[in-house]
């Protein structure tokens, strides 16, 4: 079975603009969870996904948004990048609507850097 | 607010050596899950403790979930250097909505 995968794995922009990252969920997995990873802050939850609806939220500012369609498959949006949004973003998949004890699956990432 | 507070933040140590990495709060967590994450990777679940005071052993790793479920602490006996990594705690927050708070992980680094 696949794991979870993201694309693009590294990505460039510069201040001001916006950028969609992807990631696709192990076969069967209904919940998707965004984290942002930063040397300074660690891993900090962005959202959670689960059957097209947002389940739960982090604290970002509303610059960060996110979708999931109907195949499980989500994005997320930053808009009007700030340099402070480097980092690395990892999403995570779980069965279902993820709880504190379950297993959530990570990918790889996407290293994003803010020029 | 619920923090995390992991140490040591680094750790450097020969094979075949002793450790132990702690994990640290001043609030309750339901919860509290244990990562490991290499270079390029994302985290990877090692264990979950749920109840006070429960211990976990995989392998040469052992996890515990302190009395009061403020802390935990993870000991790796004779370590490897395939033991390298990030490790990670994460606490589960209250009710059943999914809402990890990591602490910022300590970098194990054996050599051999």
């Known amino acids: 079975k696949a794991g979870v995968t993201q694309t693009p794995r590294y990505l460039i922009k510069t201040r001001g603009q916006q950028v969609t990252l992807s990631c696709s969920p192990i076969?069967?997995?209904?919940?998707v969870s965004w984290y942002q990873q930063t040397p300074g802050q660690g891993l900090q939850f962005l959202f959670e996904?689960?059957?097209?609806?947002?389940?739960n939220k982090g604290n970002f500012p509303g610059r960060f948004s996110g979708r999931q369609f109907s195949n499980s498959r989500s994005e997320m949006n930053v808009s009007t990048l700030e340099l402070g949004d480097s980092a690395l973003y990892l999403c995570?998949?779980?069965?279902?609507?993820?709880?504190?004890?379950?297993?959530?699956?990570f990918g790889p990432g996407t290293r994003l850097t803010v020029l | 607010t619920q923090l995390l507070e992991q140490s040591p933040q680094f750790l450097s140590i020969q094979e075949g050596e002793n450790l132990t990495v702690y994990c640290n709060s001043s609030?309750?967590?339901?919860?509290l899950q244990w990562y490991r994450q290499e270079p390029g990777e994302g985290p990877v679940l090692l264990v979950t403790?749920?109840?006070?005071?429960e211990v976990k052993k995989l392998k040469r790793l052992t996890f515990q979930f302190g009395d009061a479920r403020k802390d935990s602490s993870l000991h790796i006996t004779a370590a490897q250097p395939g033991d390298t990594g990030l490790y990670l705690c994460?606490?589960?927050?209250?009710?059943?909505?999914?809402?990890?708070?990591f602490g910022k992980g300590t970098k194990l680094s054996v050599k051999p």
């Open positions: 996904y689960f059957s097209e609806t947002q389940r």
């Open positions: 995570a998949s779980s069965l279902v609507t993820f709880t504190n004890t379950d297993t959530q699956y």
């Open positions: 609030s309750v967590f339901s919860s």
């Open positions: 403790v749920v109840t006070g005071g």
């Open positions: 076969s069967g997995h209904r919940s």
């Open positions: 994460a606490g589960g927050g209250g009710g059943s909505q999914g809402n990890l708070i």
